[in-house]
């Protein structure tokens, strides 16, 4: 087991929570924002098709992503957990919804363990592609938002 590495991203935007739920949820959508070229499900979840026990596959040019789904409270809260393909164990990932002055505060929290003995750089590595991905999340959130406003 190596070093527990663990890092948070805040951002708000300009959204209802349902909006940034619509998006958060909508598994197939997330190749415009997570880096996949294709996401399929592998596993219903127990309950909701994408809650609790829900496997996911994120394919895309480096490789083969599975994640679990671990939580899941509508409009607040989603986790998840990576089974295979990052180069770290035990990674997990929290994403929380709330509240903001008429916007939303999205909270993305990651927790791992790098795998190689370069530990260090695998943990900025990591980070730097979940803060892309989580920009990317919320342009997709701000155009979806704008899309659905009256």
């Known amino acids: 087991m190596g070093r527990v590495s663990t890092f948070h991203t805040v951002r708000v935007v300009e959204a209802s929570q349902a909006v940034v739920w619509s998006v958060l ?3 197939s959508g997330m190749t ?6 294709s996401v399929t499900m592998e596993r219903s979840g127990q309950g909701d098709p994408r809650g609790v026990g829900a496997i996911r596959v994120l394919k895309s ?3 083969t992503i599975r ?5 899941f409270d509508p409009e607040r809260r989603m986790g998840y ?7 770290a164990d035990n990674y997990h990932g929290v994403i929380e919804l709330s509240p903001s ?12 363990e790098p795998r190689t003995l370069a530990g260090p750089v695998v943990g900025v590595v990591i980070k730097s592609v979940i803060k892309g991905i989580v920009d990317r999340f919320v ?7 704008k899309r659905s406003a009256p």
């Open 61 to 63: 040019w480096r490789g």
């Open 139 to 145: 342009k997709v959130v701000s155009l979806e938002a």
């Open 81 to 87: 957990r990576i089974l295979s393909a990052v180069p």
């Open 101 to 112: 002055n008429g916007s939303t505060r999205i909270a993305w929290t990651n927790t791992f």
């Open 32 to 37: 415009r924002w997570a880096g996949a070229r």
């Open 25 to 27: 949820i909508d598994y």
């Open 67 to 71: 994640e679990e789904i671990t939580e």
